[in-house]
């Protein structure tokens, strides 16, 4: 036996998890993955619905980077099928228009109208907050253009959504003898002496028993349906502009290899809500324009944490892009 070997436990079969649990397992080393849930993926989870239609059961997940190095490392577990993700913004009148704004877009509405019917009511019901009160690099993710290009990543090289979905995505991943899977597991800190190391995904203010005071997450809850129309919206995703608690819609048919039912089609609208809403399903980290709660992180980070290194959207407070998480894992396990 290689006596270099460690025994690592990784917790939570999320993107960064399994990233880690891959590279570590290749470098020789016994991996146990620890997930509360039944299914791997994480909030990539996606499934094929009894219609025959892909449904990613925690919002749309649409893959775009310009980080070669990730594309490279995904393209070993899948193939790709290639996708622009184009979004409209259904205005008060019915009309949809194309978001992110551009100049036709604000042609119509009026460029002085822009924040106030895109980004404030928008940014109100996704962050519970005022826009003038979340970090601005949030709405800048949606940057306002003042050509015609109608892609929601315009700037990205690569974008492709893998072609057997993620969950298949993360299970070729995970598909190595030295990594051991064990769904329907919660952590608990007296695991951490059985490891030489843990990588740990769970929210790092409840590993620590919210000693500075708890970090606020933003939650969405997920209302699915299936609809006897062949087709219902002009883009996958349309956001809404108006003051209901949705912010958008997305039919998932509409994606490349999501599914061809002539008859039916499935839908899935978004209802963000604090974590504490939805059976403390946390899934944003609330970036505040003042920084308070990344302040706060910088105390969790700080603690001394044995054996245990943070990762993902919780462990590390931050709002990870798909292809961020997997870079930053990336790192994390040459360390
Ligand atoms: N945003 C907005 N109106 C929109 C779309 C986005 O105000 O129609 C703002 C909002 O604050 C949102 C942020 O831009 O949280 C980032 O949007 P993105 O679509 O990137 O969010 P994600 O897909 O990660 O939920």
Redesign the pocket.
Known sequence: MDTSAQKILVVGAGLSGVVIARELAEQGHQITVIDKRDHVAGNAYDYVNEFGIRVHHY??HLFHTSNDKVVAWLSRFTEWLPYQHKVK?LLSDGRHVT?PVNKETSDIVGKENVLDI???P??KK??GIE?ED?DPT??Q??PIRDDLNEL?FPNDTFQALPKEGYTQMVKNILAHDNIHVQLGVAYNKAMNVEYDRVFNSMPIDEYFEFKHGPLPYRSIKFHTSTVPIPKVLPTATV?F?HHEPF??VTEWKILPGHGNNPAFTTLTIEEPCDYKDNDFERY?PVKDGGGENLARYRLYAAEPSSNVTFIGRCGLYA?L?MHQAISSALSIACQ
């Open positions: 919002g749309p913004a978001l895109f980004f404030k928008y940014t996704m962050w826009l979340l949030i709405s993710r949606v929601y956001n502009t912010t958008r944003y709002y892009d």
